[in-house]
Each structure stands twice: as C-alpha cells, then as structure tokens.
C-alpha cells in the first residue's frame, strides 16, 4: 500500500508559468483534500472533493484549480504562477463517514515562485 | 467558524521528561479530533485520532485526551526521547459547516534535548 503519493516533491516555477501538482491515492477513498501549508502557519484548505466528478472550494482557491475525473487522482492546477503560491502543498485523502474516518496525508510539494 | 490554537508554538525539553501539547478549537461541534506529527520538510503522519463520543486514546507512549464541551485537547508523551522531537499538529473536523475538512492549528515544534 502506497498510500497517498505526490507528484513531484519539488518544483521551481518562474512567475506566470503553470503547473499540476499530481495526488494519487491507493486506499480506495473517495475524499480527496489539497491543503497549503505557509511557515509557522496551519494547513489551509484549497480544494476539496467528495468523490469522482465533484470539487468544492475550500478557504483559499483563488488562483487554483481542481478535477476528479477518477477514485484515485486529484491534480491541483496552477495558473499563471504568483509568488504569493509559495508554499508546501498536501494532499490528502480519507473514507466518508462520521467519527472514526482518519485522514491520511502524502509527503508534500514544496513550490517556489520566482 | 472554527478556529484551533495550539499553545506553546515551541517547546523545548530535556530527555526523559514528561510533556503535554495543548490544544484548543471554538465550536465543540465536531466529528473528531486527529493529532499529527510532521518532521522538518515531511508530510504529516496520523499519531492519533479521538471520536467526539470518546474522552481518550492510547497508542504506545502516547495518550491523547478530548474533553469536548471545554474545547480541549491534551496530547501527552511520556518518557520523550530526541526521536520525538517534531512539530505537532491537532485538526478537529467540524460535525456542521463545513464537515467535509479538517480545521488545523499552527503547530507545536518540540524538540526533546539528549
């Protein structure tokens, strides 16, 4: 089991430029998050999804964008990179449910802007 | 909305010691607490989670605590030793608005002196 695995786990982009930060999970889980984690601060929610085909919004979406078009894939997309997008980036996953649904998280991406 | 706060931001112990990592969240309606560890340039990994009907959970060394109607969460490490030295983090997720994430606090960094 490989878990929640991330792609790729370090990336430099230059202002303007795109990327996709790549999630896949083996679990069979049908929640997906990606959270942003800046220094000294919390995660903060980007996107999340419930399941194939539905994305919602999560704090900070501006600028970013999702899709779920399988159980197991959630990229996060970049558009025209900001340094602001500086950050280590999670992904996550867990089962539905309501008390005992234990999230599990890859090893991150840490991006810089320039 | 939820908010979580984690209080010392740093700690710093000598081996051997016993310790407690406080955390606190605002709206006591939740599903559950998880307690993360996330070692320097890491992903998090899952060290314990507590269903909102439950009042502790053991695993090892350590033993977590909720008592939920105060909005309060104890992690406790027993015995700590160098290895444990790690920023942890605690994540409740909400039983109403917003149910589908998790609400993080911005960390405890522990380092545990030989």
């Known amino acids: 089991n490989a878990g929640v695995t991330q792609t790729p786990k370090f990336r430099i982009l230059k202002i303007g430029q795109s990327m996709t930060l790549q999630c896949t999970q083996d679990?069979?889980?049908?929640?997906m998050y990606w959270y942003r984690q800046d220094p000294g601060m919390g995660l903060k929610l980007i996107y999340y999804s419930v399941g194939a085909g539905i994305t919602d919004k999560g704090e900070v979406p501006n600028g970013y964008n999702v899709s779920r078009s399988t159980t197991e894939d959630f990229p996060l997309r970049l558009e025209l990179a900001a340094p602001s997008q500086t950050s280590v980036y999670f992904c996550?996953?867990?089962?539905?449910?309501?008390?005992?649904?234990?999230?599990?998280f890859g090893q991150g991406t840490r991006l810089t802007v320039v | 909305k939820q908010e979580v706060t984690q209080i010392p931001a740093a700690l710093s112990v000598p081996e051997g010691e016993n310790l407690v990592l406080n955390c606190s969240f605002t709206d006591s309606a939740i599903y559950n607490l998880q307690w993360f560890r996330q070692d320097p340039g890491k992903g998090l990994t899952s060290l314990l989670l507590?269903?909102?009907?439950?009042r502790e959970q053991t695993s090892g060394r350590l033993n977590a605590s909720l008592d939920k109607s105060s909005g309060r969460s104890t992690l406790y490490i027993a015995a700590s030793q160098p290895g444990d030295s790690a920023t942890y983090l605690c994540?409740?997720?909400?039983?109403?608005?917003?149910?589908?994430?998790?609400?993080f606090g911005q960390g405890t960094r522990l380092t545990i002196n030989p």
């Open positions: 679990m069979n889980h049908n929640y």
């Open positions: 994540a409740v997720r909400p039983s109403i608005q917003g149910a589908q994430k998790l609400v």
């Open positions: 507590i269903q909102s009907s439950q």
């Open positions: 996550a996953s867990r089962t539905p449910g309501q008390g005992f649904t234990e999230a599990f």
